[in-house]
């Protein structure tokens, strides 16, 4: 009995530590959110600000809520687009693109290629006061593109038939059920070329470019970083310590301060991170790495 008291010993301080001490405990955290952050007017706000857009482009809300508010906040003086995106949808690229241009005309925004910025990523960038590219990233792919499957064959064998009731000749465009037609084909290849003309115009616009040379820089060509230089579709090469140099140097602020954790928020996570060490070391969990 004694020896499981030894053994056993540990943990009943530590549970009853945890007991008598747990109401001073809680206690001492409110009072630290309570009262913390009325000292934030001694902390320096942020006055620029990084805005991330990875990934597929189909829903930018955040995005571009996120380059508005930005626009809208006088102690915010420059912006870091940070992208990483294969395109995606037209209607959300332009979304961003033209948050872009609305946040240009107040302050200065570097959009920044982290490692894919093609398509509709590089649509939502192009009116950025300047591009950096990382040195691997690739970039373009100015094109617009709408494809279809035709499932016809594999409907046959399944013993599946559509039926369909319309009225409009062009309702059925981009069906699956059958080959296109050649007049479906071209209401869609309107769409498509008017969409690219619109895609081309815009960049040679926002980046000085011919529009009549656009063979060179658009047409879905894919350009490594140096590559994509050399036409004209990004200013610089660098990594995003170089990007936020730039953003620095364009807002003009002495003291650069980023949206960064601040230390009401990182105290927290200390605490969480302590706490969570501490029954690791008293009450060990079993780990898969």
């Known amino acids: 009995m004694e020896l499981l008291k030894k053994i056993f010993s540990p943990v ?3 549970v009853d530590y945890i007991q008598n001490h747990f109401k001073a405990m809680l206690f001492l955290l409110l009072l630290l959110v309570l009262f913390y952050p009325s000292q934030k007017e001694h902390l320096k706000p942020n006055n620029l600000q990084s805005v991330e857009l990875l990934g597929p482009i189909f829903d930018t809300a955040e995005t571009v809520r996120a380059l508005d508010e930005a626009r809208e906040n006088d102690s915010i003086k420059g912006v870091l687009l940070i992208v990483d995106s294969p395109g995606g949808a037209v209607a959300p690229s332009l979304e961003v693109a033209y948050a872009v241009k609305r946040l240009r005309e107040k302050k200065p925004v570097v959009a920044y ?3 894919v910025l093609a398509s509709g990523s590089y649509y939502a960038s192009i009116w950025a006061n300047e591009i950096v590219a990382n040195p691997g990233a690739m970039v373009g792919s100015i094109g617009v593109i709408m494809e279809g499957v035709n499932l016809e064959g ?3 064998k399944v ?3 559509t039926q369909v009731v319309k009225a ?7 069906t699956p059920d059958r080959p296109w037609k050649p007049y479906e084909k071209a209401e869609i290849d309107k769409v498509i070329r008017a969409t690219y003309d619109m895609f081309v115009h815009d960049v040679a616009e926002a980046r000085g470019l011919d529009v009549n040379d656009s063979g060179r820089f658009a047409d879905a060509h894919i350009f490594t970083a140096a590559q994509a230089k050399v036409v004209g579709l ?3 090469l660098g990594v995003e310590y170089d990007a936020r140099k730039k953003v620095e140097k364009l807002s003009g602020v002495k003291e650069p301060q980023w949206n960064e954790e ?3 928020e990182r105290f927290l996570h200390s605490i969480g991170a302590e706490g969570a060490a501490m029954l690791h070391l008293y009450f060990p969990q079993r780990s898969l790495r």
């Open 159 to 161: 013993g599946i038939e």
């Open 168 to 174: 409009g000749k062009y309702k059925q465009v981009g």
């Open 262 to 264: 601040s230390e009401f």
């Open 113 to 115: 290629a982290k490692g």
């Open 12 to 14: 009943g301080k530590t």
């Open 154 to 156: 594999l409907m046959r």
């Open 234 to 236: 990004v200013d610089t």
